[in-house]
């Protein structure tokens, strides 16, 4: 059912995009697939229900070629990212489908296990860009960022928060909610790793994107960007992450205030074009080597491994400016 929240409107969304050829492909395969259902043909159904899913992407894809042929025939990146968002979330879809089959959890229940973690992995990513893109798209840009960060906490309480996986076994002792214990928590459809993923893209993702589309305003307003990196010292870092910073106070501060404030001052650098002034290519690299020793120090990582932060640091410099 949570499922359904996001990719119905998902699904919805991209055969208005695609059309009447995507719409009749949907339309086509799933007439096909009811009937190879009915009839008790249940590895063929579930051929067609890829076949269709294919089908259905190479129209979405067709649809798009004209997102190719914008601005003098330059691809941004903007459009191949959205084409891939719907790519993705097509193929999620199939994924979904997939799980319905019984025959698939009977012969396949690792397969379907590992289905249900890469649904709850994707379905936060691109169906949450293909709806955040629509929304925009009906009511405009005035407040895109808040649209998106509704849309990702709707994602996170359905998927991200810790969830028992639908395809495990239940023990006969398992208590009704989540404890810390290891044996509650592998039971659990996302990992770690995915949560913390997916918890860092909750908190960095909107405010990104409001920077990318003020950030005019913001490089003109000093007060505006020492207001927002205040905002992201204590509300983000040292409130939501500040069990990843191991130096003790007040070096922890230090070494994160002077990481966030110089890598600030590279993209404001970078955005006004003083960077291609000569000689900055000395002052990045100072700021950038900061970043890297700071950031390593503040994550609690060896003395030794100081050299290899600011080589990091350093070697990025180059990179910027011989990227062309």
């Given at each position: 059912m949570r499922t359904a929240v996001f990719l119905v409107p998902t699904?919805?969304?991209?055969?208005?995009?695609?059309?009447?050829?995507?719409?009749?492909?949907?339309?086509?395969?799933?007439?096909?697939?009811?009937?190879?259902?009915?009839?008790?043909?249940?590895?063929p159904t579930f051929i067609a229900v890829w076949v269709t899913i294919a089908a259905m992407a190479v129209t979405l894809f067709i649809s798009s070629i004209h997102l190719f042929l914008v601005l003098n025939s330059r691809v941004t990146t903007f459009n191949i990212t959205l084409i891939y968002n719907m790519l993705i979330a097509s193929g999620s879809l199939?994924?979904?489908?997939?799980?319905?089959?019984?025959?698939?959890?009977?012969?396949?229940p690792r397969l379907v296990l590992v289905f249900e973690r890469m649904l709850f992995c994707i379905t936060p990513c691109s169906p949450t860009v293909i709806i955040t893109w629509a929304i925009i798209g009906v009511n405009g840009m005035s407040a895109a960022p808040y649209v998106l960060l509704a849309v990702m906490t709707a994602a996170y309480f359905l998927f991200v928060l810790p969830v028992r996986s639908s395809f495990r076994m239940p023990r006969k002792d398992r208590p009704k909610?989540?404890?810390?214990?290891?044996?509650?928590?592998?039971?659990?459809?996302?990992?770690?790793?995915?949560?913390?993923?997916?918890?860092?893209?909750?908190?960095?993702l909107p405010v990104m994107f409001k920077i990318a589309i003020h950030h005019a305003h913001l490089i003109a307003s000093r007060d505006d960007v020492a207001g927002l990196l205040?905002?992201?010292?204590?509300?983000?870092?040292?409130?939501?992450?500040?069990?990843?910073?191991?130096?003790?106070?007040?070096?922890?501060?230090?070494?994160?205030?002077?990481?966030?404030?110089?890598?600030?001052?590279?993209?404001?650098?970078?955005?006004?074009?003083?960077?291609?002034?000569?000689?900055?290519?000395?002052?990045?690299?100072?700021?950038?080597?900061?970043?890297?020793?700071?950031?390593?120090?503040?994550?609690?990582?060896?003395?030794?491994?100081?050299?290899?932060?600011?080589?990091?640091?350093?070697?990025?410099?180059?990179?910027?400016?011989?990227?062309?």
């Open positions: 699904l919805a969304i991209l055969l208005l995009y695609g059309g009447k050829t995507t719409l009749a492909t949907v339309i086509g395969g799933s007439i096909i697939c009811y009937m190879l259902d009915f009839l008790g043909y249940q590895e199939g994924i979904w489908a997939s799980l319905q089959f019984s025959f698939m959890q009977r012969q396949q909610t989540i404890t810390p214990s290891m044996t509650d928590l592998d039971e659990t459809v996302l990992g770690r790793y995915e949560t913390a993923v997916q918890t860092l893209a909750y908190l960095l205040t905002w992201m010292l204590i509300r983000v870092i040292f409130h939501s992450l500040n069990q990843y910073i191991k130096l003790a106070p007040p070096w922890n501060f230090i070494a994160v205030t002077v990481a966030v404030y110089l890598f600030a001052f590279i993209v404001l650098a970078h955005f006004a074009g003083y960077l291609e002034s000569a000689g900055a290519m000395i002052l990045l690299s100072i700021m950038a080597v900061g970043v890297a020793v700071s950031g390593c120090l503040a994550l609690g990582m060896p003395w030794f491994a100081m050299p290899v932060a600011a080589l990091g640091g350093f070697f990025w410099v180059r990179f910027y400016y011989k990227r062309q």
